[in-house]
């Protein structure tokens, strides 16, 4: 395995947690929109939320999924034929949240309340597939020698698979609430945190669910025990430090740890799977690995110059973005009508 290789593995990692922690909010965000709000104007309060950042943070889904392709097109090829329906649904999630943000701005009023469902169905849609399609990877998926995926309903859609999708839907409905928390002022900003309060509760138990599945469900304990245990533990860490933050009123700590809960997922996911990038269930010899599954050391090589040049650019216009929406969105009254 070359240097070039795992860094590149290794990128990919850091792209999708950046995905997660960013995006993930913005989920929570959406799905919060018919969950938690009482009026039309919380629904705007909290959608103001999000507003100038939703679509950037969807930058880092393309631009993981760019480089995917462009440095391991085995793999790409593997996961995007044999989750094909998987992905389509992911698709669709991410087309009618999109347009729900622009329709929901601009129809009248009556048509409102359609497009706020679409915003949360949509928000619901994508991190559940996302678990899906991730937990039933490690879990393994008959790949046969040629690298093609034979795959029948029970092998996405499964009790380990459902509770990852679940829990992936769960994360990014606090780390949205959390969001939320930190950037709205009023009533919506206390409900939020009460909300926070009661399902980390709930996620205590969907972390243990989800731990013992992984046990008898992979092989990432005999394989890599300290640093699956070491993760798992990180997680449970995590989600008591957002938790303890958020009874303490710390929204920033709370944001960050929810945050950070994504990227620890992300790297028990990927170092599970190292040196493999495909698991699968009917031959360890048919795995795909980082080794026989990347582009040519050239192309690698090429790509590495290319994010050097251009990542520091992306962060800072990333950073800027942020800094200048740092603002908390006020909450609007309900005018009363007479």
Do not use: C
Request: hydrophobic fraction near 55%.
């Amino acid at each position: 395995m070359s240097g070039l290789q795992l860094l590149w593995f290794i990128l990919i990692a850091v792209l999708f947690s950046g995905f997660f922690f960013l995006e993930g909010f913005d989920f929570g965000v959406g799905m919060a929109v018919q969950s938690l709000t009482h009026n039309e104007n919380e629904k705007d309060q909290i959608v103001a939320t999000i507003g100038p950042v939703w679509d950037g943070n969807e930058v880092w889904l393309i631009t993981a999924g760019g480089a995917l392709f462009a440095s391991y097109p085995f793999w790409y090829a593997t996961l995007f034929s044999g989750y094909y329906l998987i992905l389509l649904m992911i698709l669709t999630g991410l087309i009618i949240r999109g347009v729900s943000f622009e329709f929901r701005k601009n129809v009248p009023a009556k048509q409102k309340q359609f497009w706020n469902w679409t915003l949360s169905i949509g928000s619901l849609i994508v991190p559940f597939f996302f678990g899906v399609m991730f937990i039933s990877m490690i879990k393994g998926m008959p790949i046969d020698a040629h690298g093609d995926m034979s795959a029948t309903f029970g092998d996405y859609i499964n009790l380990f698979s459902l509770v990852g999708g679940i829990a992936v839907v769960l994360l990014s409905y606090l780390h949205g609430l959390n969001y939320i928390a930190l950037k709205t002022t009023g009533p919506i900003r206390n409900r939020a945190k009460n909300y926070a309060k009661f399902l980390y509760g709930v996620l205590y138990l969907g972390l243990v669910a989800f731990a013992v599945l992984m046990y008898f469900n992979t092989d990432f304990f005999e394989l890599h025990f300290a640093t699956t245990l070491g993760l798992l533990i990180l997680i449970v860490v995590l989600t008591i430090v957002a938790n303890i933050a958020v009874m303490k009123d710390a929204e920033i700590t709370t944001f960050v740890a929810s945050g950070a809960t994504f990227v620890a997922l992300v790297a028990l996911i990927f170092t599970g799977m190292f040196p493999r990038v495909m698991i699968s269930s009917i031959n360890s010899k048919y795995d795909l690995l980082i080794t026989n599954s990347s582009s040519s050391p050239y192309t690698l090589k090429i790509m590495s110059y290319v994010a050097i040049t251009f990542l520091p650019l992306v962060l800072a216009y990333f950073a800027w973005t942020y800094y200048i929406f740092r603002r908390r969105v006020k909450h609007a009254p309900v005018m009363e009508t007479k």
